[in-house]
């Protein structure tokens, strides 16, 4: 499984974000042009959009051509969009929302760093929209085979490398609580549906009794997510997961589908044939990997693309 940290941005990138918001304090931003330049497979790509994204670049001192740069995002765009990935807006607030506070941030603050910068804060949204869903088309190739997954032949050969024992893996029984949001309703409804979310989540003490505590309210889907291991949980919720005791649940999150939790219902240690391939596999994807599966990715589509520059 890929991590979504190294996609999304550098642990350098966000010191140098902080170190920023008070140094270009007194800095009046850049005003940018919008005409197209390019159009990659009709989608427009505008100088104002290549002007932010040099902006960006400068601010985290790396050199690079901000046009193709916006190219190539427009490409792993449009593949997560026929992929079916979609990062909804409060995915990417949520997203937005952590970076500030883990470079203890106040929104304010971070929002004045990419305004003055010249970035601006829509850009970098926009940018963390773009690699969390690149993020998950390259966890979806990985999984399917292509780009280095690992054979259970590969795995027999790695455990005998290792004198035979087979690596464990913590597998988790889960239940996933949505109080559904239509999209049509959501600016009405969704504090007060992330409300009732947190009512719930506070009141959860295992798995046998959510159904019941769901009778009554409207709109509240329980799932069964059955037995997942380490290994296979979904990058946004496994942090939260893992940090999480058997019979609680994780901290409510806004997702595309409304307000959600995850409760745990057990966990066990496992060692078997499959489990060291999915261990083995997750072992695997290094950043040299994980670098070169996105690198011959984007390549491919580039020798597809129809890219007409203005």
């Not at 966000?14 to 304090?25: E, G, K, N, Q």
């Not at 995915?91 to 929302?97: N, P, R, S």
């Not at 060692?271 to 599966?293: H, I, P, R, Y």
């Amino acid at each position: 499984m890929l991590t979504m940290r190294k996609y999304l941005f550098s642990a350098g990138f966000a010191l140098l974000v902080a170190a920023t918001s008070v140094s270009m304090a007194i800095m009046t931003p850049p005003a940018f042009a919008s005409e197209i330049k390019y159009v990659v497979n009709d989608m427009p790509i505008t100088t104002g959009d290549i002007a932010h994204r040099a902006a960006f670049l400068k601010l985290q001192h790396k050199k690079g051509d901000a046009g193709q740069e916006m190219i190539d995002q427009t490409l792993r765009v449009a593949e997560a969009r026929r992929l079916g990935i979609r990062i909804s807006d409060a995915q990417v607030e949520a997203a937005y929302q952590r970076f500030a506070s883990n470079n203890k941030m106040q929104l304010g603050q971070l929002d004045g760093v990419m305004e003055k910068s010249g970035v601006g804060k829509d850009h970098f949204k926009e940018f963390i929209r773009a690699q969390m869903a690149w993020n998950q088309a390259l966890s979806a190739r990985y999984r399917s085979g292509e780009g280095g997954s690992v054979t259970e032949q590969d795995a027999v050969r790695r455990m005998l490398d290792k004198g035979g024992a087979k690596p464990s893996a913590t597998e988790y029984m889960l239940q996933q609580v949505i109080f559904v949001v239509p999209a049509s309703e959501r600016s009405a409804t969704l504090a007060k549906r992330k409300r009732e979310a947190d009512a719930m989540r506070a009141r959860f003490n295992g798995c046998t009794t959510t159904r019941e505590f769901a009778k009554g309210l409207i709109d509240v889907t329980v799932r069964d997510l059955g037995r997942v291991l380490a290994p296979q949980l979904p990058p946004d919720w496994a942090e939260q997961i893992k940090a999480t005791k058997v019979g609680g649940a994780t901290v409510t999150r806004e997702t595309e589908r409304g307000v959600e939790f995850i409760g745990i219902c057990s966990s066990r240690e496992v060692s078997d044939d499959k489990t060291a391939q999915m261990v083995f596999q997750s072992e695997g994807s290094n950043d040299k990997a994980a670098d070169d599966l996105s690198k011959k990715y984007v390549d491919e589509l580039k020798a597809k693309a129809r890219v007409v520059k203005r």
